[in-house]
C-alpha cells in the first residue's frame, strides 16, 4: 500500500506559478513511477505528466508541455509539479498517483494508488 497526501494547491493569477509536491509513505518510493492527472468541474480526469522511477524519463500532456516540469526526490519520498504561465484553463483539483508498472502509462487505470488531491484554481 502507498498512501500519497498533496499540497500546494491554491489560488493564482493567470500567467503565474504554483509548485505541487506530493509526499508518499509506505512501500518504497523509489519502486513506482509517479504521475501527475487533473480533473476539471464537469469534465474527466486527464493525463498531466509522468516520471520514472529514477526520474531519467518525463513526459507531458501536450496541453501542458513547456509550462510544466515533473520531477522527484526519491530520498524525500515526493514527487512535485512545476507549473509557470498558468491559465484559466489549469483550473481543477490536481492529483498524484504511483504506478508500479514499467510501461509507460497516461491512462487513469495505469495507476494504482492516488491522492486525495489539491485544488488549483487560475483566475483571469
Known amino acids: 500500500q502507498v498512501q500519497l497526501v498533496e499540497s500546494g494547491g491554491g489560488l493564482v493569477q493567470a500567467g503565474g506559478s504554483l509548485r505541487l509536491s506530493c509526499a508518499a509513505s509506505g512501500r518504497t518510493f523509489s519502486n513506482y513511477a509517479m504521475g501527475w492527472f487533473r480533473q476539471a468541474p464537469g469534465k474527466e480526469r486527464e493525463f498531466v505528466a509522468r516520471?520514472?522511477?529514477?526520474?531519467?524519463?518525463?513526459y507531458y500532456a501536450d496541453s501542458v508541455k513547456g509550462r510544466c516540469t515533473i520531477s522527484r526526490d526519491n530520498a524525500k519520498n515526493t514527487v512535485y509539479l512545476q507549473m509557470s504561465t498558468l491559465k484559466p484553463e489549469d483550473t481543477a483539483v490536481y492529483y498524484c498517483?504511483?504506478?508500479?508498472?514499467?510501461?509507460?502509462?497516461?491512462?487513469?487505470?495505469?495507476?494504482?494508488?492516488w491522492g486525495q488531491g489539491t485544488q488549483v484554481t487560475v483566475s483571469s
Open positions: 498517483a504511483a504506478d508500479k508498472g514499467y510501461i509507460l502509462d497516461t491512462t487513469i487505470i495505469g495507476y494504482e494508488y
Open positions: 516520471i520514472g522511477r529514477s526520474a531519467g524519463s518525463t
